[in-house]
């Protein structure tokens, strides 16, 4: 089979593997129908040196389930799941109490590990039961762009929410106008949020942020964007911030608009070894919460409104390729050509 393999900074491929098969009881084997491109995919294909191990790319897919191992109870053949980035056992203390990314059995896709990745033709799914969401949906749902963010960017920026305490009537700000950003858009808005303000520049990516309901735009950076945003809100700065970068500049921005009281959610992979403005933040009582997204969680609140048509995160892909044009979306995002790039079998 088919799948994308990175080598290297700026180093990625399409080659071909091993089909991919079932291992354990408990695995299931899915052929992929949609999969995309991540921002995080993108700081390894800047950062990752070359000659060391090669890693098998990808960890957001809409999937059809082939094979399933002998213990497989739930997920049958023929199935169309979602399959969220971190696969997960259902049946730990962290799965029960909501934090499948903490499973005690569980991992990553996408990251060189026990799992490969799900740019590629098939995938194998270890502990299929717990990890995959069976869909009430055909294979050529409509509405499969939006699904897909299920498996990461709109549960991730649903997470942002979540952190920064976004409810009812509240001033909010989103760091970052990729496509986690975005959804943290349409979940802010979906939790309430009165006014929604984003800091981002790009054209494209502002127009879909106010689509998705952003009511200010702060295209400043650094002290003249926390400037710029205390002044949209009174002088105090904003309840909610939902922190979509990971870099110490955002999260130094992240920390500077956050009002006395108020809560950061980050999501982005933090690049920084401290978190900045710790003192200012300590005496501003600032709660600052986050992690990877435990996006399998968060399926059942937010397929409703998906399915509904009542959010539409599929709005992010700007970009529909297969996958021997896998480099090309890569060159694509990393030039932010596209905002969030989707594979179609
Ligand atoms: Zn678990």
Redesign the pocket.
């Known amino acids: 089979m088919r799948a994308t393999i990175l080598y290297g900074a700026g180093d990625v491929r399409v080659e071909t593997v091993p089909d991919a098969a079932i291992v354990k009881p408990t695995d299931a084997v899915i052929r992929i129908l949609r999969a995309c491109i991540c921002g995080s995919d993108l700081w390894p294909y800047k950062e990752m040196p070359a000659g060391g191990a090669v890693r098998p790319m990808g960890h957001e897919a809409i999937g059809v389930v082939e094979d399933v191992g002998r213990e497989v109870r739930k997920v049958k053949r023929g199935d169309v799941v979602i399959m969220p980035f971190a696969y ?5 203390d ?2 029960h109490e909501g934090l ?1 990314t903490s ?4 991992g990553f896709f996408g990251v060189g590990g026990e799992a490969g990745g799900a740019q590629a033709e098939a995938l194998r799914v270890p502990l299929a039961d ?1 990890t995959l969401y069976v869909l009430p949906v055909g294979e050529d749902d409509a509405r499969m762009a939006a699904l897909l963010t299920l498996s990461d960017v709109m549960g991730t920026g649903h997470h942002a929410a979540r952190g920064a305490r976004v409810a009812r009537g509240m001033k909010a700000a989103v760091v970052g106008d990729g496509a986690v950003g975005l959804c943290g858009v349409i979940a802010a808005r979906r939790l309430g949020a009165e006014q929604i303000i984003v800091l981002g520049r790009h054209a494209d990516r502002i127009a879909l942020a106010k689509a998705f309901g952003a009511t200010d735009i702060v295209s400043e950076r650094g002290a003249a964007a926390i400037e710029r945003v205390r002044e949209l809100t009174g002088g105090f700065g904003v309840h909610a911030v939902l922190e979509c970068v990971g870099s110490d500049q955002a999260m130094r921005t992240a920390m500077g608009v956050v009002r006395p009281g108020g809560a950061v959610g980050r999501v982005g992979v933090p690049h920084y070894e401290a978190i900045p403005e710790a003192l200012p933040a300590f005496y501003r009582n600032v709660t600052v919460s986050g992690g990877p997204a435990p996006v399998r969680a968060y399926v059942d609140e937010l397929l409703p409104d998906v399915l509904a048509g009542r959010i539409e995160p599929g709005r992010v892909f700007d970009r529909v390729i297969g996958l021997e044009q896998v480099p090309d979306g890569y060159r694509a995002m990393d030039a932010r050509r596209s905002i969030k790039v989707m594979i179609a079998s």
């Open positions: 997960s056992d259902g049946s730990c962290f799965c499948p499973c005690v059995h569980g717990g």
